[in-house]
């Protein structure tokens, strides 16, 4: 074994694929993030933990509205996501930089991506650990397929920049859901 310096430690854990948080601000503003730091925390009702930087918009609109959209985009929007992600919703319109076709959501405020093969209205339901690790819990009310876009691979960050795709499906027995 060889030591790996503990900022390299992320690399290790990728929670899941890369995806779209979409917010609109009690003003009525919209704004679109990339984030990759989420993960499932019940299946019923559907429950996603995810961490959003304080010093991004859309903790601010989330904070304020307690709604989101997590968009769930496949590999052709890589580039797309990236540069989504590389700018600021403070003085960038990012829909309109990337392209992005905000859809209106059935139960929150926050739209739908027209672009992205899934997309998950979400709703906050806990913040008692946003203060101390920004860390939002959103219960998932309604979800969108698009039947156009069967099985997407989604892409993966693994850091400083780097990306993997989803490969080879295995299948194996299984008593869970």
Known sequence: MKELPLAEVYRLIEPGPVVLLSTRSRQGRSNVMTMSWHTMVEVAPPTIACIVSSNDLSFFALRQTRECVIAIPAVGLAEKVVKVGN?????????????????????????????????????VVDTRLVN??????????????????????????????????????????????
């Open 87 to 123: 700018c600021s919703g403070r003085d960038t319109d990012k829909f309109a930089t990337a392209w992005f076709t905000p859809l209106p959501a059935e139960q929150v405020s926050a739209p739908l991506v027209a672009e992205c093969f899934a997309n998950l209205e979400c709703r």
């Open 132 to 177: 101390r690790y920004n860390l939002f819990v959103l219960e998932v009310v309604k979800a969108w397929i698009d039947p156009q876009q069967p099985r997407q691979k989604t892409i993966h960050h693994i850091g400083n920049g780097a990306f993997v795709v989803d490969g080879e499906v295995i299948h194996f027995e299984s008593r869970m859901p």
